[in-house]
């Protein structure tokens, strides 16, 4: 959202209001807003805070909770990698430092052209495929290096 | 020609969404006319995505199929070839499972009403219908059905305690933040057979008077949340959720809300916190969330296979059920094999089991050919197990005996390339990450016990002690299971691998 865009504001409204009525309504506000405009934009705070009648320090405290909230926009493309037990049985770790170095970013962090967001993962139930990915929201399985550097050419297109 | 392709997210991570389309693509280039349906998995995952069709005798199973694999199982007529695997109801994975709550799973079209009843979908809750409310509890506690979240409290009696709450208005939560690694039965029966999650929860409100269900999944489960919210919509339109439960009861409506993340979320409190748009902190109790849950109102929270279960017990009666299992383990669990196995996947069968039997037998061993070395059953926060308790039957107590839990079932096999002292590392390490901060063991302990691994990887003897003595404050000092229960991989991968722990510990010394 651009800073002061009333647009954005109106957006925002918008996913209030269709918000009413619901018991307890913030985590669906908080996803339904990131799924507008990819993060919680920070004038998006005071805005929610009025409109559930909880302050800014309550709405921050949601999102800074929970690890999907994000503050900054992500990469074009979200890549998770889950770093889970079964996952780590077949090799996860591994393909996770591949994955890092192929990127040259760590967890959590996006490549400097804004292509790729690479974000551990805890458990995606592809346990018995393991290791397992997500890539914008698109389940892989039995991924290693070789699928890491298909998937990182493929989303880079 | 009918053909099978699973929609279930395993399938799809293994490639069913480019075998569909190769079959399609095939179809229309011979002119044939072919519906694809998408069920859920049959629960060989090994074999995914494995593709079936109707023939005389039953259905036909090919697997793994590739898109590659497609014409030519057309030019052999779906007959004779190298990935033909015979009747699906004759393999043995399938044969010698004892299918209950999985029943319908990967048989039917998850979405379609009209194949669940078929199927014996709704008969539960028609009984359930003519039954009064105290009759419902009582059938529940009769089956011996236990929370299949992994805490095994008897459903039944928490069902009574709500019902035998007062308040204007009593909630069902269905928890289905299933976190811990290893586990997908959630997953599966809710892509795969949606519409008994559904029926199950609308008999709980029958049984203990809520008009309201709510369904808390997961973000990381894409896939399933498209599913349920299908079936959630079209259960409304066939009226088995509405003003009226099939035209013939109370209202019941049920609303799936989606998670952020939060492992902590999947402990029943924090989840009603998280439900309330709250931080997914947990709560002291009590008060329990049976008098005071959602909204601090009187409120059902039982896990999703513990609910899915509910509409088989009404259809076949309490002591059908209750004569599957072993002690006070009654029933059939759904066993999720994971990790480095060579057959992974999803087998129910009656508790009592052998772990042993399950590792050698099922799994057929590690997908790397080397020897089993440990095997984490119940999660992050489960005991690891060495070769030498493989005799341990699989019941709650059994488990609770032997130092560890079966947790939600799932089944993690490691090969001798596992280092333990790293596997106790990460376990200390991601309880500091999902701690909810609210209790001082659990969010100072799991970063105190990070260090302390790693002084014994440096080879400080010394910290081993210190360890063990953390590990008992965490145990007795936190308020959930995340905390109290991080020690069971800890202390069970110190007390069964002690060499991994040790030889770090000499090696610095040399």
Redesign the interface.
């Known amino acids: 959202m651009m800073p002061g865009s009333t647009d954005s504001a109106e957006q925002i409204g918008d996913i209030l209001r269709a918000h009413d009525g ?7 506000v ?2 339904a807003v990131q799924a507008a405009f990819g993060y919680i934009p920070g004038d998006a705070l005071p805005l929610i805070a009025q409109h ?1 009648n909880i302050s800014r320090a ?1 709405v921050h ?2 999102i800074s ?5 994000r503050e900054e926009p992500a990469g074009r493309h979200v890549l998770k990698l ?1 770093r ?7 090799g996860a770790d591994r393909v996770a430092a591949h994955a890092r170095d192929a990127l040259g970013i760590g967890w959590h962090q996006t490549t400097p052209d804004g292509a790729v967001t690479l974000e551990p ?10 290791p ?1 990915a ?1 890539v914008d ?6 991924v290693d290096e070789a699928r890491v550097d298909a998937l990182i050419a493929e989303v880079r297109l | 020609m009918r053909i099978y392709v699973p929609l279930d997210s395993a399938a799809k991570a293994l490639g069913a969404q480019e075998v569909v389309a190769a079959v399609k693509a095939e179809a229309l280039r011979r002119g044939l006319e072919v519906t694809v349906v998408r069920n859920g998995s049959r629960g060989m995952v090994w074999l995914e995505p494995l593709l079936e069709v109707d023939s005389a005798a039953g259905r036909m199973a090919f697997g793994p199929v590739g898109p590659g694999d497609v014409a030519g199982l057309f030019d052999a007529g779906f007959g004779a070839h190298d990935k033909a695997l015979g009747l699906t109801d004759d393999l043995p994975w399938m044969k010698a499972q004892t299918r209950l709550t999985f029943a319908r799973c990967g048989v039917i079209d998850p979405l379609s009403l009209e194949d669940y009843q078929a199927h014996g979908g709704l008969t539960g809750l028609r009984r359930a219908l003519g039954m009064t409310p105290d009759a419902i509890v009582a059938e529940v506690t009769d089956s011996g059905l236990r929370g299949r979240g992994g805490a095994g409290f008897p459903t039944g009696i928490k069902w009574k305690t709500v019902a035998g709450a007062t308040a204007d208005r009593k909630y069902i939560v269905c928890n289905a933040d299933e976190g811990d690694s290893g586990t997908f039965a959630d997953r599966m029966i809710m892509e795969g057979d949606p519409f008994t999650l559904i029926e199950g929860m609308v008999i709980a409100g029958l049984g203990v008077g809520a008009d309201k269900g709510f369904i808390y999944s997961r973000s990381e489960y894409p896939d399933a949340n498209a599913v349920l919210a299908d079936a959630i919509r079209l259960a409304r339109a066939f009226g088995l959720l509405g003003a009226s439960v099939l035209g013939l009861g109370p209202a019941f409506d049920i609303e799936l809300r989606i998670g952020a993340g939060a492992y902590v979320c999947g402990e029943e409190t924090a989840l009603l916190n998280s439900l309330e748009g709250k931080r997914g902190v947990v709560r002291a109790k009590p008060p329990l969330p049976a008098l005071e849950g959602f909204m601090g109102r009187p409120t059902v929270v039982n896990n999703v296979i513990s609910l899915a279960t509910v509409p088989v017990i009404f259809e076949r009666g309490a002591s059908f059920y209750r004569d599957f299992g072993l002690g006070r383990s009654r029933g059939t669990i759904p066993l999720q094999i994971a990790g480095n196995v060579r057959r992974g996947g999803l087998f129910e069968t009656a508790f009592g089991m052998p772990l042993g039997t399950i590792i050698d037998d099922l799994a057929g061993g590690t997908a790397t050919g080397r020897p089993v070395k440990a095997v984490q059953v119940g999660g992050p926060l489960g005991a690891y197990f060495p070769r030498a308790l493989f005799d341990t039957p699989f019941g709650y107590e059994d488990y609770a005996q032997k130092g560890g839990l079966i947790g939600h079932a799932g089944i993690v096999v490691f090969d001798d390339s596992a280092d333990m002292l790293a596997q106790a590392r990460f376990a200390m390490e991601f309880c500091a990450i999902e701690s909810c901060g609210k209790c001082t063991p659990c969010r100072i302990g799991a970063v105190r016990g990070v260090e302390t691994v790693d002084r014994i990887a440096r080879g400080d003897a010394a910290a081993i002690p210190l360890l063990t003595d953390l590990c008992e404050t965490m145990k007795a000092g936190s308020l959930c299971a995340l905390g109290g229960f991080t020690p069971y991989p800890v202390m069970s991968a110190l007390t069964h691998f002690p060499d991994d722990f040790h030889t770090s510990a000499k090696e610095a010394a040399e």
Do not use: K, S, T
Not at chain 1, 22 to 28: D, T, V
Not at chain 1, 84 to 90: P, R
Not at chain 1, 137 to 142: D, E, H, N, P, T
């Open positions: 619901l018991e307890g309504p913030l985590l669906p908080l996803h559930l309550e405290g949601v909770f929970y690890h999907d909230f889950c889970a037990e079964a996952c780590q049985a077949m993962v805890f458990c995606l139930g592809l346990c018995a495929c393991a397992a997500l929201g698109r389940v892989v399985g039995r």
